[in-house]
């Protein structure tokens, strides 16, 4: 059994669930396997029927479901909702693509006959963390199910009750599994599994990446970031903007994929900019019971990731914004500026995914976009300057999936984009069309017009031979 205690009251246990072992879990990939041949021979109009259904029912008991995300996560209550709500938009916007996302394509000219198909895969797995377990799946489950697959969706263990409440609400081919490592390893090996969707951290990814590449089975990885915030020097410190940068470093408490992870600043701005830095939070950033009105950060997520955050807090450390949490009976930790720590500090060289940010003063421009691009991760990365057209150049030289303009991870993720960033570290993508595209292999019918084994390629067909 796994139970889940609030992390803001480690004391309450918010539910439990079964944890499935190797046996639960082989059941439950051959029972998806069956869903699969009558899942994937209804029609498209059925499945996003389903699709459709699954957002009306999250959306009216959004306001439950939040209160639970956030009781099991110490996210706080607003950002919640903001998930869900995503959540049930993605849906929406699924079901408004995949009809002619997943349609056949046809050429039929003097050559014959060509149609390229897009069929589902099979059972998919979809192996998702705890710090946005709802989107975060639900980007794997909407396109999955719409193209025809069937999901086995494995969340941690640190998160698995509003989607178990939700997977119930889907129906359909849905079914989840629980547990941690043990359980994704039976998810991904299985041979049953035609595809594997995993989001996480790098140890986590590479597991799954080998277990997947021995079986050949196709996977689409979303990994970590360690994004750096770049200002360059005619960069304003206005308040705005500085609201915006905090808020990108503390959301979730710091443990967001595409968080703000390393500022850098003009090194003789160094001094204002700290001073800004802390003004801003003093306005925007209250710690607290994350259901509470007027908190902006809950606690972090367990007892080991408390501990690890504390030890990221060394040389100069400036406490930011009101704290008004106890961390003795919740997983609370103050959230701190660090400045100017050496550029090998794990909390530099590596993602902290902790409310401790580090920043760095530079002199010379191409030394810090190196050290900018020398990060594993390129996960997402942002520019800040008073001249647009400057920071779209300095942006363009980023190796990053995701980069921003004067804001860190608030836009580019929008639906209307038509594509998805392709991050240095993972394979696949999320996220708009190339989103979609990941749960469907393209299969080529040919019937060539005038076809005679022996005869020569006709003009402008010279693939006619055999390869
Ligand atoms: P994690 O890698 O520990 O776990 C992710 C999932 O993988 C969980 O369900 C976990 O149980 C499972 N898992 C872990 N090891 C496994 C193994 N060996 N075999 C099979 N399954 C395994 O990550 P986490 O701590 O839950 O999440 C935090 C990480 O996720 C951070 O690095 C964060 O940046 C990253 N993340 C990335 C994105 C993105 O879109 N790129 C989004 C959110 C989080």
Redesign the pocket.
């Known amino acids: 059994m796994i139970s889940r205690e609030n992390p803001a009251r480690f004391e309450e246990i918010v539910g439990s669930v079964a944890e499935s072992s190797p046996i639960e879990v082989d059941a439950i990939v051959w029972a998806a396997d069956a869903d699969f041949r009558r899942w994937s021979a209804t029609p498209i109009e059925e499945r996003l029927g389903l699709l459709t259904a699954a957002a009306e029912a999250i959306e009216d008991a959004l306001g439950e479901l939040s209160v639970l995300l956030a009781r099991e996560t110490g996210k706080v209550l607003g950002d919640c909702r903001g998930e869900i709500g995503f959540a049930v938009r993605y849906l929406r916007w699924v079901v408004a693509q995949a009809t002619a996302a997943y349609a056949d394509e046809v050429v039929d000219d003097e050559l014959g006959l060509l149609i390229k198909q897009h069929k589902p895969y099979g059972v998919v797995a979809a192996?998702?963390?705890?710090?946005?377990p709802v989107i975060?799946s639900m980007l794997k489950i909407a396109p999955a199910l719409a193209a025809g697959n069937a999901v086995v969706v494995?969340?941690?263990?640190?998160a698995p009750l509003t989607l178990d409440r939700i997977v119930r609400l889907v129906g359909g081919p849905l079914r989840i599994v629980h547990?941690?490592?043990a359980?994704?390893?039976a998810?991904?090996g299985h041979e049953l599994v035609r595809k594997v969707a995993?989001?996480?951290?790098?140890?986590?990814?590479r597991?799954?990446a080998a277990?997947a590449g021995d079986r050949l089975t196709p996977s689409v990885l979303?990994?970590?970031?360690n994004d750096p915030a770049v200002f360059l020097d005619d960069a304003p410190f206005d308040d705005p903007a500085m609201d915006r940068l905090v808020m990108a470093t503390f959301a979730t408490s710091g443990?967001?994929?595409?968080a703000a992870k390393r500022l850098y600043v003009p090194e003789r701005r160094l001094g204002d900019f700290v001073d800004a830095y802390r003004a801003a939070a003093a306005r925007v950033l209250v710690t607290g019971d994350p259901l509470a009105d007027g908190v902006t950060m809950g606690p972090v997520i367990s007892a080991a990731a408390q501990e690890a955050a504390r030890s990221l807090r060394r040389g100069t450390v400036h406490d930011l914004g009101l704290f008004d949490a106890d961390d003795k009976t919740g997983y609370f930790v103050r959230p701190a500026l660090v400045v100017a720590p050496q550029p090998d500090d794990p909390l530099v060289a590596a993602?902290q995914?902790a409310p401790v940010v580090p920043v760095l003063g530079y002199e010379d421009e191409g030394k810090l976009l190196a050290a900018c691009n020398e990060s594993e991760l390129g996960?997402g990365a942002s520019v800040w300057s008073a001249d647009e057209e400057r920071a779209v150049a300095f942006a363009r030289r980023f190796q990053a999936g995701f980069c921003f303009v004067n804001t860190h991870n608030r836009t580019g993720m929008s639906l209307r984009a038509p594509f998805g960033g392709v991050?240095r570290s993972?394979w696949g993508r999320?996220y708009a069309a190339e989103g979609l595209a990941e749960y469907v292999q393209t299969c080529v019918i040919h019937a060539p017009a005038a076809y005679r084994p022996g005869a020569p390629p006709p003009a402008g067909g010279p693939s006619a031979y055999p390869v």
Do not use: D, H, R, Y
Request: aromatic share 6%; glycine share 22%.
């Open positions: 192996i998702t963390p705890w710090n946005a975060l494995k969340p941690s263990p640190l547990g941690g490592p359980a994704g390893a998810l991904v995993f989001t996480g951290g790098a140890a986590g990814g597991a799954v277990l979303e990994l970590g970031g443990q967001v994929c595409m993602e995914f996960l991050k993972g999320e």
